[in-house]
């Protein structure tokens, strides 16, 4: 192995013990020298380029993208998952000769979860197709699939127990973005349809377990709710636009009319 080599290695495992302590301060600093560091090799991405130690180059920078997009997970930064899942994606579709890598299936199921996170549907099903048949055995995929069929079925029971059974200890962080969005849903129809809802039915409605969680809900998304005697009373805004009564008789007194001297012209 090349010093250069040797030396990007030793950065990298500083890395992943910067990561187990959860120093994600210096993370991100070794991070940016090990990108730098990665533009010097010609075997890479976009070049590919057949070099004595390629494999061996390939499968290092393979797993530094990994461990980027884990620590953009564990930092809750989306925008540096998609940078980093990006520029990780042509290691598992484009290089050849690569020991199969167990991180894929895990990181592919967590980009589309990531998706449907943010409504791009279009997209996650753009995603779905590219993946091989064997991908989509895969328990990671098929997570991410029968969520997104739960949530297009307004099946939203299922969308939120679904993080009882992550197949990924990663996947926790979008599933708790996919239940919020899920309870926002809900909340913004609820509103719209009622008036006021009992507290109990309230609970029911936007799946929470006490009407602790249901107080502390309100509190942070929807403070203009009220609690009364037993109520959640939704505070909807009053249009501004007046409502003018329809002229029905008028209009029918019309149409009559116009009956009448069709019938003297034929």
Not at 124 to 133: A, G, K
Not at 143 to 157: C, D, K, R, T
Not at 213 to 241: C, D, M, T
Not at 248 to 256: P, V
Request: charged share 25%; hydrophobic share 40%.
């Amino acid at each position: 192995m090349d010093p250069k080599t040797t030396e990007l290695s030793q950065t990298f495992e500083r890395f992943k013990a910067a990561i187990v302590r959860k120093d994600f301060g210096t993370c991100t600093n070794l991070l940016s020298q090990l990108k730098v560091s990665l533009t010097g090799y010609k075997s890479l991405p976009p070049l590919f380029e057949k070099t004595p130690n390629a494999i061996h180059e390939l499968t290092l920078a393979r797993d530094i993208y990994e461990h980027a997009v884990i620590l953009s997970v564990k930092t809750e930064d989306q925008d540096a998952f998609e940078r980093d899942f990006f520029q990780l994606k042509p290691y598992y579709t484009d290089a050849r000769g690569l020991t199969p890598s167990s991180q894929e299936y895990p990181i592919l199921g967590l980009n589309l979860l990531r998706l449907l996170v943010q409504n791009r549907i279009a997209e996650f099903h753009t995603e779905l197709e590219l993946l091989s048949p064997t991908a989509l055995e895969n328990p990671c995929i098929k997570h991410a699939v029968v969520l997104e069929q739960s949530f297009m079925e307004g099946a939203y029971n299922r969308v939120l127990t679904a993080r009882q059974t992550v197949p990924h200890e990663t996947y926790v962080y979008f599933m708790d973005l996919l239940a919020k969005t899920v309870r926002d849903e809900i909340a913004g129809c609820s509103e719209k349809a009622y008036d006021r809802l009992s507290t109990s039915d309230a609970l029911k409605m936007l799946l929470f377990s006490s009407e602790k969680e249901l107080l502390e809900y309100i509190k942070e998304e929807h403070p203009e709710w009220e609690i009364k005697n037993g109520f959640v009373v939704f505070q909807r805004a009053k249009e501004s636009i007046t409502c003018k009564e329809i002229p029905s008789l008028e209009l029918i007194n019309q149409t009559l009319g116009y009956a009448r001297e069709l019938e003297r012209i034929v």
